[in-house]
């Protein structure tokens, strides 16, 4: 799993997380667990972003082209917009 994958999974957990602790579905033990999920997939999502964007000793370029792209399109940003 990459990091924009560890992202979505970790915004569709969060959603399931408060489904299950305040929607229909009210059951707080699934709640719980799943936003402990989350939080380990959105800790994942942001050491990939991190790791992706450092220069490794001078001689890496960073994030590819196509990790870059997806890290925008699953953020709901689309590269060259600027908010």
Same mark, same amino acid.
């Given at each position: 799993?990459? $990091? !924009?994958?560890?992202?979505?999974?970790? /915004?569709? %957990?969060?959603? #399931? +997380?408060?489904?299950?602790?305040? $929607?229909?579905? @009210?059951? !707080? =033990?699934? $709640?719980?667990?799943? &936003? &402990?999920?989350?939080? =380990?997939?959105?800790?994942?999502? %942001?050491?990939?972003?991190? +790791?992706?964007?450092?220069?490794?000793?001078? @001689?890496? !370029?960073?994030? @590819? $082209?196509? /990790?870059?792209?997806?890290?925008? #399109? =699953? &953020?709901? =940003?689309? !590269?060259?917009?600027?908010?």
């Amino acid at each position: 799993m990459n $990091g !924009p994958q560890h992202y979505s999974e970790a /915004e569709w %957990l969060a959603e #399931r +997380a408060h489904h299950f602790t305040y $929607g229909d579905g @009210s059951n !707080p =033990v699934i $709640g719980a667990a799943l &936003a &402990a999920e989350a939080q =380990v997939h959105a800790t994942l999502a %942001l050491a990939a972003a991190t +790791a992706m964007q450092a220069a490794v000793d001078g @001689s890496e !370029p960073g994030m @590819s $082209g196509p /990790e870059f792209a997806a890290w925008h #399109r =699953v &953020a709901g =940003v689309k !590269p060259g917009e600027r908010g």
